[in-house]
């Protein structure tokens, strides 16, 4: 059974900093893995998709990385900003194709 | 282009009633997907649904059902509600579904349902 795991599951850093959430999966058969963002009492927002061939995805200051083979993915966000508080998921499409997530690590940029 | 939506926005029901809850996709999108988010569990895929087929289902109870009209729009069903299925319904469409080759979902602002 695929499992997902998120850690740290809280981060407060200061603005301007470069910061790293890690995502984590128990079956490497995977087609691809999303990272989301959710502000409070909202949807979900895609931020990047990245299929189980690729190795990493770019958008503005938003870079994910993919290691199928050890079952973890990265998403690095360059200069954040308070814009940047969220909580951020990662999600597998499982080989039954069906999206597994993560819990979540809920981002607070202070100012 | 407008966005997924999804009506109601809240509800409060009380144990033992049923619910609909209302999903609009993107125009052109023909998969709809619906998940809950709790607390305690987090997000869970419940079902999708593609050209008005389900096409795959999560491990939820008969008591949630759901079905996709012929343009598209989706409603998902709860049937003998219990407090444990008080959550934040979301429901995601995208063009081609979970199984195509570019499947990005994306997300309505979910419906809150609160069981009493």
């Known amino acids: 059974k695929q499992e997902v795991t998120q850690i740290p599951a809280a981060l407060s850093v200061p603005e301007g900093e470069n910061l790293v959430l890690n995502c984590s999966f128990t079956d490497s058969a995977i087609y691809n893995l999303q990272w989301f963002r959710q502000d409070p009492g909202k949807g979900l927002t895609s931020l990047l998709l990245?299929?189980?061939s690729q190795r990493e995805q770019t958008s503005g200051r938003l870079n994910a990385s993919l290691d199928k083979s050890s079952g973890r993915s990265t998403l690095y966000i360059a200069a954040s900003q308070p814009g940047d508080s969220a909580t951020y998921l990662c999600?597998?499409?499982?080989?039954?194709?069906?999206?597994?997530w993560g819990a979540g690590t809920k981002l607070i940029i202070k100012p | 282009k407008a966005g997924v939506t999804q009506t109601p926005r809240y509800l409060i029901k009380t144990r033992g009633q049923q619910v609909t809850l209302s999903c609009s996709p993107i125009?052109?999108?023909?998969?709809v997907s619906w998940y809950q988010q709790t607390p305690g569990q987090g997000l869970q895929f419940l079902f999708e649904y593609f050209s008005e087929t389900q096409r795959n289902k999560g491990n939820f109870p008969g008591r949630f059902s759901g079905r996709q009209f012929s343009n598209s729009r989706s409603e998902m069903n709860v049937s003998t509600l219990e407090l444990g299925d008080s959550a934040l319904y979301l429901c995601?469409?995208?063009?081609?579904?979970?199984?195509?080759?570019?499947?990005?979902?994306?997300f309505g602002p979910g419906t809150r349902l609160t069981v009493l």
């Open positions: 125009s052109g999108h023909r998969s």
């Open positions: 990245i299929q189980s």
């Open positions: 999600a597998v499409l499982d080989s039954n194709y069906q999206l597994i």
């Open positions: 995601a469409s995208s063009l081609v579904g979970l199984a195509g080759g570019n499947n990005e979902q994306f």
